[in-house]
């Protein structure tokens, strides 16, 4: 894996940004890529004259890196099972400032290079011909500019292009200059901060296990440099209002308010007050990882000393949740505690009521304990007892620290339901980070290998947990018993894209109709057509609420979904 030319590898690399000693300071993080099956806790290496330190206490690990093969084995030591995606600082931390070994946006205090990160589209993802094409352009664009780049960077998603300086840059440049190059080549929005990590090359991103995708140089041209200004120069100006909100690493609540409302939104839509709220806290969270849906971070109690990042804090509820101390607070209980005057003020803005959403969710909420139907029986007692051992067990293994007493009884809880099997709706309200999924897994794998005859249909929000959760149960048993279903997209069906549908649904599904795809008459493998036949075969159906939604409206014009899948209403949930 690590056998490259002397001249090509990461470490000659790391020397055009950081010195031919390594002697700037600089971060290597290591992040799990999205989407695997085992768990790996973020970690962060600062190297600092050639020297690794690591942690919070910025240890001295009494190792250091003097070429290539150095690291390589610190890398390979520190990347448990070989399952993380491996990142770099191009830009300098200010050693002596650092609270720890990660680095932050105000820790820096040395410029290397501009850089750009280019996307593409998620519909190209899935054609690797249409990827690299588009990949191909992209280069392309970047070499045809007056301002050719130092480095061409090839990633499995997209392509980095670096621009080496030449003398010592301003910090208040760097994201103007970042905005424009954003601005020109439609880059990654969010790849203007300082202490941006991006993807060290010739190491792999291990999305997939069994397809690793090794990050390259496809253009190694180093001694191209250029002063901050001669960059400037090249590309079009930024509005004034835009370079005014860029210039300061910190913004102000409502700088920050202003520049997020003036650009595009991302994804998730979040309007410009929640996104700068967001914002404020990760200045004081500062996460290992993050989500569109959340953020990971070590706790922030001063009661808890926390050596594991056990916090979820969810970015659209703003709730805030420890596994470790078992906190459990909406966010402008935190900030009042802690004195976060910032989030404070931007909460008085927004007038957001947090707590009256997850109010709601508590009033329908129901007690087990007090229930007569829920009562378990021995042998139900038994089996919920072993279901809960490994729960408890798996818990400890993923999280390093056992479940405080308010996890167990939501696991006690949800795991009772699960066991009795009662045709009713009951609603048991859980903590971001809290198990579910772990949960019912578990109890899947186990009703399965007990019961020969059971079946269930489970509805997650997200295929990507419906693919990994189907996997994950399969790897268990030892064989297929668990079948991923997930709704229709635009990008993967191309007779839609061909025919100029309007893409509301999948129109295999509507073989008795005049307008029905081709594909069902070409014995072509069209996903979508097979599920609706494959999955009677397995007793374990994992879907999207999407999949669920189009299999009652697509196939049956209505809200109710029978037939194969047994009798279920969309208005009961």
């Known amino acids: 894996m690590f056998e490259l030319s002397e001249r090509y590898n990461a470490f000659t690399f790391?020397?055009?940004?950081?010195?031919?000693?390594?002697?700037?300071?600089?971060?290597?993080?290591?992040?799990?890529?999205?989407?695997?099956?085992?768990?790996?806790?973020?970690?962060?290496?600062?190297?600092?004259?050639?020297?690794?330190?690591?942690?919070k206490e910025k240890r001295n690990t009494n190792s250091k890196i003097k070429s290539w093969s150095d690291l390589s084995e610190v890398i390979s030591k520190h990347n448990e099972h070989g399952i993380m995606g491996v990142f770099f600082t191009p830009n300098s931390p200010y050693f002596e400032q650092m609270g720890?070994?990660?680095?932050?946006?105000?820790?820096?205090?040395?410029?290397?290079?501009?850089?750009?990160?280019?996307?593409?589209?998620?519909?190209l993802r899935r054609d690797k011909q249409a990827l690299e094409s588009w990949k191909e352009r992209q280069v392309e664009r970047l070499l045809n500019h007056q301002m050719l780049p130092?480095?061409?960077?090839?990633?499995?998603?997209?392509?980095?292009?670096?621009?080496?300086?030449?003398?010592?840059?301003?910090?208040d440049l760097f994201r103007p200059i970042q905005a424009q190059l954003v601005e020109c080549f439609e880059g990654d929005k969010a790849c203007i901060n300082e202490s941006r990590v991006m993807r060290l090359p010739y190491f792999n991103h291990i999305k997939n296990a069994l397809e690793p995708f090794m990050t390259t140089v496809k253009v190694w041209n180093p001694e191209r440099r250029y002063s901050q200004r001669e960059i400037m120069e090249s590309f079009p100006a930024l509005k004034e209002e835009v370079k005014r909100?860029?210039?300061?690493?910190?913004?102000?609540?409502?700088?920050?308010?202003?520049?997020?409302?003036?650009?595009?939104?991302?994804?998730?839509?979040?309007?410009?007050?929640?996104?700068?709220?967001?914002?404020?806290?990760?200045?004081?969270?500062?996460?290992?990882?993050?989500?569109?849906?959340?953020?990971?971070?070590?706790?922030?109690?001063?009661?808890?000393?926390?050596?594991?990042?056990?916090?979820?804090?969810?970015?659209?509820?703003?709730?805030?949740?420890?596994?470790?101390?078992?906190?459990?607070?909406?966010?402008?209980?935190?900030?009042?505690?802690?004195?976060?005057?910032?989030?404070?003020?931007?909460?008085?803005?927004?007038?957001?009521?947090?707590?009256?959403?997850?109010?709601?969710i508590r009033d329908k909420a129901i007690d087990v304990s007090s229930m007569p139907e829920l009562e378990l029986t021995d042998d139900e007692k038994a089996i919920k007892q072993q279901i809960l051992d490994d729960v408890l067990r798996k818990f400890e293994e993923e999280l390093g620290q056992s479940p405080n007493s308010n996890y167990v009884r939501q696991f006690e809880d949800l795991i009772t339901i699960l066991v009795k099997k009662l045709p009713a709706e009951f609603l048991v309200p859980m903590q971001m980070g809290g198990g579910k999924s772990l949960v019912t897994q578990i109890f899947i794998i186990e009703m399965v290998k007990l019961d020969p005859d059971f079946g269930l249909i489970l509805v997650v929000e997200r295929k990507e947990n419906v693919?990994?959760?189907?996997?994950?149960?399969?790897?268990?048993?030892?064989?297929?018993?668990?079948?991923?279903?997930?709704?229709?997209?635009?990008?993967?069906?191309?007779?839609?894209?061909?025919?100029?549908?309007?893409?509301?649904?999948?129109?295999?599904?509507?073989?008795?109709?005049?307008?029905?795809?081709?594909?069902?008459?070409?014995?072509?493998?069209?996903?979508?057509?097979?599920?609706?036949?494959?999955?009677?075969?397995?007793?374990?159906?994992?879907?999207?609420?999407?999949?669920?939604?189009?299999?009652?409206?697509?196939?049956?014009?209505?809200?109710?979904?029978?037939?194969?899948?047994?009798d279920y209403s969309l208005e009961q949930g």
């Open 14 to 55: 790391l020397q055009y940004f950081h010195g031919k000693d390594l002697e700037h300071t600089f971060e290597i993080r290591l992040l799990q890529d999205p989407g695997g099956l085992l768990v790996a806790y973020p970690r962060s290496l600062l190297i600092h004259r050639g020297e690794i330190y690591t942690g």
């Open 100 to 123: 720890g070994s990660h680095s932050r946006d105000l820790d820096i205090n040395r410029i290397s290079s501009q850089f750009v990160d280019i996307d593409a589209p998620k519909q």
């Open 150 to 171: 130092s480095f061409i960077i090839d990633t499995k998603n997209g392509v980095h292009g670096y621009y080496l300086l030449s003398d010592e840059a301003e910090l």
């Open 245 to 360: 909100s860029l210039t300061s690493i910190r913004p102000t609540n409502h700088e920050i308010v202003e520049q997020v409302n003036a650009t595009e939104q991302p994804e998730k839509s979040y309007d410009g007050k929640h996104i700068a709220i967001i914002e404020a806290v990760k200045n004081h969270l500062d996460p290992t990882s993050e989500t569109d849906e959340k953020l990971r971070c070590r706790c922030c109690l001063p009661e808890h000393p926390d050596k594991k990042p056990s916090v979820w804090f969810s970015k659209e509820t703003f709730w805030y949740h420890c596994s470790g101390c078992g906190a459990n607070i909406p966010l402008d209980e935190l900030a009042t505690s802690l004195k976060w005057k910032d989030v404070i003020d931007l909460l008085n803005i927004s007038r957001l009521d947090i707590a009256e959403s997850v109010k709601k």
């Open 467 to 566: 693919r990994r959760i189907a996997k994950t149960i399969n790897k268990a048993v030892r064989k297929e018993i668990a079948y991923p279903m997930y709704g229709f997209e635009k990008e993967e069906c191309q007779s839609n894209e061909l025919h100029g549908t309007d893409f509301i649904r999948c129109m295999s599904s509507k073989v008795w109709k005049k307008n029905r795809c081709a594909y069902t008459f070409r014995d072509v493998d069209c996903k979508y057509y097979r599920q609706k036949f494959e999955f009677k075969q397995y007793p374990v159906i994992i879907m999207t609420h999407q999949r669920m939604y189009l299999e009652a409206v697509c196939l049956l014009g209505n809200t109710s979904i029978s037939s194969g899948m047994g």
